[in-house]
């Protein structure tokens, strides 16, 4: 945003230029256009901007995702997640379903609780939870939603962190500023949140707690908790717009979820509503998979991240870039 206007100045075009940005939305706004037009070289971070912008005549447009540091996220072996699983009072028959996200309004909250529930109500016999890691005084009113839903509290998690031990307890939403039982401070749990989380390392603890991961939403960037999710070699549901048409394909270890089309005031953005019964339905596929297969697609998952999205193979892209120039 800070950039806007620049490339009408005269002396933009007689310097060298990388433009990098997220383009999370279709129709493209007229910046994007202008943008592509007076600059020499547009970096976007998803493919379907590529296309667009492709299909709109621009022959200067790239392709390189935000890089991720993939050593700090993978699998753990399955008597450590069993270990960490009973520290963190979760059971091992627990069908555990995580999402890693910020609380705005266009992550799909409400998709997800009710996918949720009809997989759980059309599977009795499977004993499912959801695990919400984000900050729950933000955005969505999540026990409001629980409630309109009819849906056990209970079988809702969420990541508690102390900013006095900076331990963290997995359980279910019982408020803001609780007694850490771990160090014994008062007032000093919270849910997760920007200024006050986890680290990367117990971050990757909290992915490897989870079974399957779920990201349902109206559009982004580029998701980056999906990379995460995927370097841990989970399985990942991702809907199928935006950034998501990236990472819900058989070749990213990903499988789609449909939506419906609503358009965004103003800007007549697309956007999409994904739908909760296509989430039920591709966590029973998921659950009912072999084990060899969620492990091949697990696998498969790690390695497209570290192909696409590494430190290593997005910089060489960008050395070779300013190289050029």
């Known amino acids: 945003w800070g950039l806007d206007g620049l490339w009408d100045k005269k002396w933009w075009k007689k310097i060298n230029s990388l433009i990098w940005t997220p383009i999370d939305s279709l129709p493209l706004l ?18 379907f901007a590529k296309s667009e912008l492709e299909r709109k005549g621009f022959n200067n447009v790239h392709l390189l995702p935000v890089p991720i540091d993939h050593s700090n996220f993978f699998k753990i072996t399955d008597e450590k997640k069993l270990n960490l699983r009973s520290q963190k009072n979760i059971d ?11 609380n705005q309004l266009r992550k799909s909250v409400p998709n997800l609780l009710e ?10 016999e499977i004993k499912c939870k959801l695990l919400l890691h984000t900050h729950w005084n933000e955005g969505w009113d999540i026990p409001r939603l629980l409630k309109e839903k009819n849906i ?5 998690l969420t990541t508690y962190y102390c900013d006095q031990c900076n331990q963290y307890e997995i359980k279910p939403f019982v408020g803001q500023d609780i007694d850490c039982p771990i160090c014994g401070s008062q007032k000093s749990q919270q849910t997760a949140q920007i200024h006050r989380g986890v680290s990367e390392s ?19 960037g580029q998701e980056i908790p999906i990379q995460e999710a995927k370097l841990c070699e989970l399985i990942t549901l991702v ?20 939506w419906t089309e609503y358009r965004e ?5 697309i956007k999409a509503s994904t739908d909760s019964k296509d989430i039920a339905n591709q966590l029973s596929i998921v659950y009912n998979m072999s084990e060899p297969e969620k492990v091949k697609q697990g696998k498969t998952a790690r390695d497209f991240v570290i192909d696409f999205c590494s430190i290593d193979s997005v ?6 870039l300013i190289s050029k120039m």
């Open 239 to 258: 809907t199928n717009y935006s950034c998501g048409s990236d990472y819900c394909t058989e070749q990213s270890g990903g499988l789609p979820l449909s």
């Open 152 to 156: 056990d509290p209970s079988l809702v």
């Open 30 to 47: 007229d910046k994007h256009e202008s943008a592509a037009k007076n600059s020499k070289h547009l970096i976007v971070q998803a493919s």
């Open 92 to 102: 091992k028959d627990d069908f555990i379903i995580g999402f890693v996200f910020r």
């Open 202 to 220: 117990q971050l990757n603890e909290i992915y490897n707690l989870m079974d399957v991961y779920c990201h349902p939403f109206t559009s982004g």
């Open 265 to 269: 005031p103003g800007t007549q953005f």
């Open 315 to 320: 910089c060489s892209k960008f050395e070779l």
């Open 115 to 124: 996918g949720f529930k009809v997989f759980a109500e059309s599977n009795p």
